[in-house]
């Protein structure tokens, strides 16, 4: 039986309580005063026995939490934990984060101290860079590849940056930087952002980059052009590369050509030869050289991953001569905040099998300029195409495409599909030329890539389109997307009966939606949806649409459909 509580209610006050409770008569003043002087006792010990319960309950965490499972958690999971909060520790605030860590407890000190992975990158930000300090913060790092950073923005190389007192200053050449690529830890990534070339000259003349400690990837940021320099230099100037370097990164920032014919890009053709793995990032309203990329590509006989960040129509200007490039190793290809793919005119990639090709973000009255010319004969191995892009595209053209490319196993298409195209150009047909006609008839028009591959492939007959394709990914659609385009051509894929055709390859589907900001459900068809996990399933295809639930909701939702 339960305790009774022991309150501080007066005893007059329950007694007109119990009789006030046996019939319906109003209390009389005197009474009202009694109950009202009984409701706050009543409340005062509520409060204070809340009280107590709070104090209560947090002792009760605390005992918890004594003999929580977290607290017999090893330190090298606490480590693995702290790569995660502090996947880089590079700057100067995730280094004091990292220091802070340590001080909770020993636990937690000894998994910073003994997690390598923390201690594998060190930045130098001041003036006067610290090689005790730089070495000390690596040395922690053990056996794991080693990165150092130095970013030498606004030194004295450039106009407008001398101090008052004429002492020239810029962190590339400082003693102790230099002391560090002879004699520190031995890197595996250097990256070195400069205020102008001069920077990295300078740097070069201090120190031989043939006498610099083995590095295996450098990269070179340089903000400002030519222009922009106090000290003689010429433009002709060339950059001496590391002879270990095999993974290359050049960022061009504000500079509107570089390099001279025999030096592509400052750097000779051995340099090239060398290279792995390249990567060329320009600022597209500066650049407008793209003839000086192309002859570097040339010499790149040996490179495996290339990425180029910002092509765009408005900076290639070629001299059409010495072209199509031919990179004979290549195997992966991205082309990053694009907007266009006009440099897959002038390479041949027969080793490539993987191709991203992702747009930057649209801006009001900037097109795409979507190009895949010969892809049977510039990558015919393809294995794995993905583009991302804001704006849709040709649907047709989109299907001759992939129509070009047997070997595809995975196909990334975000942003890319659309039928708005349909009613800007009317004329698509199922076949490579628009404007067909049969009989005399004109055929209806076909809005959607995978309405014309399905019209491809019951053509086809046993030899489909996309035959070993294993894996689909559709994603960002509109709102208002017509699903059976989709459900159609898969479905079609899987159902036997077609003589002679192998069984489908087709393993995974993925299928997201773009929110809208109202609600419409002449756009959103639910019944479009109805089924579709359960008929993909049985047909052994792993099936994932947003959202899962298709069922329309009681009421309209903000985002019929979430990404």
């Not at 319906?24 to 005063?33: C, I, K, L, V």
């Not at 009001?364 to 993905?386: A, M, S, T």
């Amino acid at each position: 039986m339960s305790q009774p509580i022991h309150s501080s209610i007066t005893r007059p006050s329950s007694i007109v309580l119990s009789r006030l409770l046996s019939n319906n008569e109003a209390p009389d003043a005197h009474e009202a005063a009694s109950i009202n002087q009984g409701i706050s006792n009543l409340q005062g010990e509520i409060s204070r026995l809340r009280s107590q319960l709070d104090h209560l309950e947090g002792l009760l965490q605390k005992h918890r939490g004594v003999v929580s499972v977290v607290r017999t958690m090893p330190f090298e999971v606490w480590g693995r934990i702290f790569t995660f909060v502090l996947p880089s520790c590079s700057t100067q605030y995730e280094k004091k984060e990292l220091l802070y860590l340590a001080l909770v407890c020993r636990t937690w000190c000894q998994a910073v101290r003994f997690t390598h992975r923390l201690w594998s990158q060190y930045s130098v930000l001041s003036y006067f860079p610290s090689y005790e300090a730089t070495k000390s913060w690596l040395s922690r790092s053990g056996d794991l590849p080693k990165t150092l950073k130095v970013s030498g923005f606004r030194c004295s190389h450039s106009r407008g940056r001398m101090p008052p007192d004429s002492d020239f200053w810029c962190r590339m050449i400082h003693p102790e930087l230099v002391k560090m690529l002879s004699e520190g830890p031995v890197l595996d990534h250097l990256s070195l952002e400069c205020q102008v070339p001069l920077c990295f000259i300078k740097i070069c003349e201090q120190l031989h980059p043939s006498k610099w400690n083995p590095i295996r990837s450098l990269a070179i940021r340089i903000y400002e052009g030519w222009s922009g320099v106090i000290e003689g230099e010429v433009p002709s100037t060339s950059f001496d590369i590391p002879p270990t370097v095999t993974s290359l990164e050049i960022n061009l920032g504000f500079i509107s050509d570089f390099g001279h014919p025999g030096r592509p890009l400052c750097i000779s053709p051995s340099a090239y030869a060398r290279l792995k793995s390249f990567s060329f990032h320009a600022t597209t309203s500066a650049w407008s050289n793209g003839s000086a990329l192309l002859q570097a590509l040339q010499y790149c006989t040996s490179l495996e991953n290339l990425t180029i960040d910002k092509p765009s129509r408005n900076i290639w200007k070629y001299d059409g001569q010495g072209w199509p490039v031919s990179l004979p190793s290549l195997r992966t290809l991205r082309l990053e905040q694009a907007c266009e793919s006009e440099i897959l005119n002038y390479l041949i990639m027969p080793a490539l099998t993987k191709l991203v090709v992702r747009r930057r973000q649209y801006r009001e009255g900037e097109g795409f300029r979507w190009d895949f010319p010969d892809p049977e004969l510039r990558y015919p191995n393809l294995h794995i195409l993905q583009l991302y892009a804001p704006l849709s595209m040709n649907p047709l053209k989109l299907a001759t495409t992939l129509k070009c490319l047997p070997h595809l196993t995975e196909l990334t298409l975000s942003g890319v599909v659309s039928d708005s195209h349909a009613w800007d150009h009317g004329d698509y047909r199922g076949e490579p030329e628009s404007g067909h006609r049969r009989e005399g008839k004109r055929e209806p028009p076909m809005r959607d890539v995978f309405q014309i591959l399905h019209s491809w492939d019951k053509e086809c007959g046993a030899s489909r389109n996309l035959p070993v394709l294993q894996v689909l990914e559709i994603l960002d659609l509109p709102s208002d997307y017509r699903f059976p385009y989709v459900f159609d051509y898969v479905a079609a894929r899987s159902s036997p009966g077609v003589p002679g055709q192998a069984s489908d390859s087709l393993k995974k589907l993925t299928v997201t939606f773009l929110p809208i900001r109202l609600p419409s459900y002449l756009s959103c068809n639910f019944r479009d949806f109805k089924n579709v996990h359960e008929a993909f399933e049985r047909r052994g295809l792993s099936v994932s649409i947003t959202p899962s639930i298709f069922e329309p909701p009681k009421r309209a939702p903000l985002y019929p459909f979430r990404v």
